[in-house]
Nanobody
Framework: QVQLVESGGGLVQAGGSLRLSCLFSGRPFSEYAMGWYRQVPAREREFVAA????????YYADSVKGRFTISRDNAKNTMFLEMNNLQPDDTGVYYC????????????????WGQGTQVTVSS
């Protein structure tokens, strides 16, 4: 079973930066496309970015293009999200999950969401 641990969140001022990490275990990491998702209270979890299993293909939500960079290190079973020029609208709990590649959704057979990591951006 896939297990995920997100880390790296925190409180920053608008314009600041954070780097999130996602540690993957339980299955061969290099076989999975992966994604970052975020959630704020009373709203559905929303897509942020996705990266292919090899790391050669990437796509982003329009709201984060040019500010966020997704990457992965398959040798370390870890995915990253570099977030720059953070804005208050980026506030939320950030989760990683196997991606349903080409969509804005996690794989439909994935149910083991981690606890996420809180990102809070003050204005």
């Amino acid at each position: 079973q896939v297990q995920l641990v997100e880390s790296g969140g925190g409180l920053v001022q608008a314009g600041g930066s954070l780097r999130l990490s996602c540690l993957f275990s339980g299955r061969p990491f290099s076989e999975y496309a992966m994604g970052w998702y975020r959630q704020v209270p009373a709203r559905e979890r929303e897509f942020v970015a996705a990266i292919s299993a090899s790391g050669r293909r990437i796509y982003y939500a329009d709201s984060v293009k040019g500010r966020f960079t997704i990457s992965r290190d398959n040798a370390k079973n870890t995915m990253f999200l570099e977030m720059n020029n953070l804005q208050p609208d980026d506030t939320g709990v950030y989760y990683c999950a196997p991606s349903s590649w080409g969509s804005a959704h996690a794989r439909s057979d994935f149910h083991s969401w981690g606890q996420g990591t809180q990102v809070t951006v003050s204005s």
